[in-house]
């Protein structure tokens, strides 16, 4: 979001600095300050075969996804990377340190992390749960990425919801983005799959049939060990992708199973033809949450957004140039796929009022000091 966790004629606390991480094997737990890049974590712990639970993409910081809620590729199996919070050193806006854990003094402060953002406090250090993914020489995943081109990018959109509507095997993973930009002088869509399965390959293909038969354009699957797979994502610097772009962002949690899925497809594609002479390129992106996640998060105590019982999607779409006629066409957009009723908005996707945190930022900033001085997440 514009603005968001930075301060013109202020103070700026910057991390980058603050990289130690550490594993430790009698508590089998990692210790990561804020400054940390998933990447960097991933690599550093490959030869000691664990990992937390982060996100999918080797430049993004653990801090923010974390406190954000944090979508992995271990999430099917293993929740969102703050279900993984150990404990918490934080330093509140009235400059007190305390270290929240689920039970101690400080445990609504702790559920509030775990998915609120970083508005109750300055996070200086995360223990978290030490997953076993394996070093490099074990290949414990299949999988990688598919490419299709045209017209097979809706049946995509068709296989992903009949995969989120009936999927139960936490071993499943996948992330998908479909792209409308000109290539060659000619406006159309590209599809980019990024599915894995943490078993063999013939559990691959038996899980992810439909994708394997749409006719794709390129492949690129084979055995892969965790920290392989942390690669596959990693960002093309390509014009129009990158820092130096103009990106619009916003999204909507869905239902599979009711045909939203396409719905919401058709509606993006129908926006991206009206506006493709404004846009560089528009995405439509869906992360499935499988029930496993979800059963997982509340195990682990659940989250500050965990959602009813029942499979949902996150699904966010982005653009690269905004003018007043565009953000019309991307209102209307957005009414056109509104959320399935009951479903939460996942803090890090979409901005949206989260009135459970009312309560306890009041607690830990009864003057409104972060609120007042930085912009950011709306509704506290």
């Known amino acids: 979001m514009p603005g968001w966790n930075t301060i013109n004629n202020g103070v700026l606390i910057d991390f980058s600095q603050m990289k130690a991480f550490s594993y430790d094997p009698v508590r089998d737990s990692i210790s990561i300050e804020p400054g940390v890049l998933l990447g960097e974590v991933s690599d550093g712990l490959q030869s000691q ?11 993004v910081g653990f801090s923010g996804l974390a406190l954000g809620g944090g979508l992995s590729f271990l999430s099917p199996s293993q929740g969102w990377a703050c279900d993984r919070f150990r404990s918490l050193d934080v330093v509140l806006t009235n400059g007190r340190l305390v270290t929240a854990t689920a039970t101690n003094e400080y445990s609504d402060l702790f559920t509030a992390l775990k998915g609120g953002g970083s508005r109750f406090g300055i996070v200086t250090r995360y223990e978290v749960d030490a997953i076993h993914v394996g070093t490099a020489a074990d290949k414990t995943y299949w999988g990688g990425s598919i490419n299709y081109v045209g017209p097979t990018s809706a049946a995509i959109v068709t296989a992903i919801d009949a995969l989120v509507y009936s999927n139960k095997d936490p071993n499943t993973v996948i992330a998908t983005t479909v792209t409308y930009s000109n290539v060659s002088g000619t406006f159309t869509t590209a599809a980019s799959v990024t599915l894995f399965y943490n078993g063999t390959e013939a559990q691959f293909k038996q899980v992810f049939a439909d994708f394997l038969a749409i006719p794709a354009v390129a492949t690129n699957l084979g055995p892969l060990s965790y920290n392989e797979v ?34 919401s497809y058709n509606n993006w594609l129908n926006f991206s033809v009206n506006f493709k002479d404004e846009t560089f390129r528009t995405f439509w992106v869906i992360t499935p949450v499988f029930q496993s996640q979800i059963d997982v998060s509340r195990a682990h105590g659940g989250t500050s957004f965990t959602p009813p019982n029942g499979i949902g999607g996150v699904l966010s779409f982005g653009v690269t140039k905004i003018s007043k006629s565009l953000r019309a066409g991307l209102d209307l957009l957005y009414r056109q796929i509104p959320r ?38 709306n509704g506290l």
Not at 233 to 256: D, E, F, K, M
Not at 342 to 358: A, F, I, R
């Open 340 to 377: 399935s009723p009951g479903l939460p908005l996942y803090l890090n996707e979409s901005e949206d009022v989260q009135n459970k945190l009312k309560e306890i930022y009041r607690k830990y900033d009864p003057t409104r000091f972060n609120v007042r001085r930085m912009v950011g997440p």
């Open 230 to 263: 942390m690669k596959v994502l990693t960002p093309s610097q390509a014009p129009g992708i990158g820092p130096r772009a103009t990106n619009v962002y916003g999204g909507s949690t869905l239902y599979p199973g009711q045909g939203l899925f396409e719905k």
């Open 49 to 59: 075969g664990v990992a937390p639970v982060g996100g999918r993409v080797e430049a």
